[in-house]
């Protein structure tokens, strides 16, 4: 793929205005920030002993929900309102309009995700490890951006690309390794979980976080695999874009 700054320039456009229009709302923040704590003090509660085996996996889900919050129904939004056929009116390449709007959804996913990872860190003495943490982060948030994206390109109504995001996203917190560590899943779960991408994000941070305790793989496959996710949703959104964008207008 090669782009010019150009084309970097229009993309990042769109990036800070997707940041505006949409990420910079009271309740998107609230819901951002509310939800990783409504999930911690629910385990917290349960069983204060449990909270730091937990922790990479709520740290894993905030930047999953924080990537996909807009990302999965703002291009089927956009087509309703009419802002998506002025985009493509404008001297913009289609690698520059979904770097464009895969980049605010990953970087608000890396936003929340670092918030729970920081409060974590002074709250229960989490290494830091250098600022691994925040790589896979930043990777992971990309990786589910892009999955956001993939899910709007192919719903034709907002109602549709929500209704379809909640069915990918409540049952991965579940199968990926979040709450219950992979190793103890059944074996039919246990090939599940390795189909999805939070697993990967999960189990890298179980290592960097709790010294490998509970995690599944080894963390070069986790890095592996989570890049593989990220150039494949990428190839696919990219290629769906191609053939489908116009008609969806």
């Known amino acids: 793929m090669r782009m010019g700054i150009s084309q970097l320039r229009r993309a990042w456009h769109i990036t800070a205005k997707d940041i505006r229009t949409y990420y910079y709302k009271p309740p998107l923040i609230s819901w951002g920030i509310l939800f990783p704590i409504v999930m911690i003090l629910a385990f917290y509660l349960r ?51 979904l770097i464009g709007k895969t980049a605010s959804g990953a970087l608000f996913g890396t936003a929340t995700g670092v918030v729970v990872w920081l409060a974590a860190s002074l709250a229960w003495g989490f290494p830091l490890k250098a600022g691994a943490p925040l790589l896979l ?28 995001s909640n069915l990918f996203r409540f049952p991965m917190i579940f199968m990926s390794g979040v709450f219950v560590p992979i190793g103890t899943m059944a074996l039919p779960l246990q090939v599940l979980a390795s189909l999805l991408p939070l697993s990967y994000t999960v189990d890298a941070l179980r290592h960097l976080l709790l010294g490998g305790t509970g995690a599944f793989y080894p963390l070069w496959v986790d890095v592996l695999v989570s890049v593989a996710f990220a150039g494949i949703l990428y190839l696919a959104a990219y290629k769906l874009m191609q053939h489908r964008l116009e008609e969806l207008l």
Do not use: C
């Open 137 to 164: 982060i930043v990777l992971g948030s990309v990786t589910f951006a892009l999955l956001g994206v993939l899910i709007s390109l192919v719903m034709r109504e907002v109602f549709d690309a929500m209704t379809v």
């Open 47 to 97: 069983q204060p002993v449990d909270i730091r085996t937990v922790m990479p996996g709520l740290i894993g889900m905030t930047a999953l929900f924080g990537a996909t919050s807009v990302e999965a129904v703002a291009i089927a939004f956009e087509k309703r309102i009419g802002a998506l056929e002025r985009l493509l009116m404008a001297p913009l390449s289609n690698h520059a309009l």
